[in-house]
Each structure stands twice: as structure tokens, then as C-alpha cells.
């Protein structure tokens, strides 16, 4: 197993609305925090606002921002300056939805995540995309009943 030295890096951990992840991907900045890595938590319009079956939206933040000790930045605005002002080393999509990964294929920045990957990779730093998608990505062949 790769063990990372996340000791002083900023990372810059992005969620979008795959609600169904957040529980996971929040163990994973748990485990960033750990490790020593300041996190940076962004994320989009409807992550931030959509009360979901898997939680309400209220009670993610709190979380996140309890464990990170950051406020999360959730508007372009506040996005914006990530690259400019050299905010992170590293910048985190978990979870990445279709319509995120879409529109970052396509140069749309019409969120606080979309801004935010921009700006970082303005200053050639790694963005970590970890797609969450049901089907969005592929396309289904109805009469086969196959992905092709």
C-alpha cells in the first residue's frame, strides 16, 4: 500500500451532488486530516443546498467543517482566487458527478467546483477526479441489454 506524505500540503477537496458518496468521501478527508494534509473544502451549488435521503445538507457542513477546521467555499466568487493566491498543491473531485465531469471536459465553470479546478490547474498542480456515476458515462444498448 502507497502511503502519501500529505504533511503541510493544501488540499483543495471538492464535492459535487452524488449524495450517495458523501459519507465515504468524507472518511477520505478524515483520513487526509490525519495524515497531515490541510483540506480546503469546496463544494458545488447543489451539494451545498439539496437536503437528499442520504442526509441534510446542513448536517454534511457541519461535518465538514468541523473535521477540516475550514469554511467551505461555496460560491464562484470564493473560488476564483484558489489559483491566483496559490490556495492548494492539490485539488480533490470526490465525488465527481456525470454533469460535473461533463461540463470541466467541455471548459464550463458555472459552479464553486467547476471555478475552483480551473483556478488550481492555472498553476499546474494535480487535480484527483474520482468519478460517481451510474450510468452517465456509458451508453445502454436497450435491446442487448448491455453496455457498449
Not at 18 to 37: H, L, N, P
Amino acid at each position: 500500500m502507497l502511503i502519501l506524505n500529505l504533511e503541510g500540503k493544501k488540499i483543495g477537496f471538492c464535492l459535487t451532488g452524488s449524495f450517495c458518496t458523501f459519507k465515504a468521501t468524507i472518511e477520505q478527508m478524515k483520513e487526509i486530516v490525519k495524515r497531515g494534509g490541510e483540506v480546503i473544502p469546496i463544494m458545488s451549488f447543489n451539494a451545498y443546498s439539496i437536503n437528499s435521503k442520504f442526509g441534510n445538507a446542513k448536517d454534511f457542513i457541519d461535518e465538514i467543517e468541523q473535521i477540516t477546521g475550514n469554511k467551505i467555499i461555496c460560491t464562484i466568487e470564493d473560488a476564483e482566487p484558489i489559483g491566483p493566491k496559490k490556495m492548494t498543491d492539490i485539488m480533490i473531485i470526490a465525488p465527481c458527478s456525470g454533469n460535473t465531469i461533463g461540463k470541466l471536459a467541455n471548459g464550463i465553470n458555472d459552479t464553486p467546483v467547476l471555478m475552483a479546478a480551473k483556478s488550481h490547474l492555472r498553476n499546474n498542480n494535480p487535480l484527483v477526479i474520482a468519478i460517481s456515476t451510474n450510468d452517465a458515462l456509458s451508453r445502454k444498448c436497450r435491446k442487448h441489454r448491455k453496455v457498449i
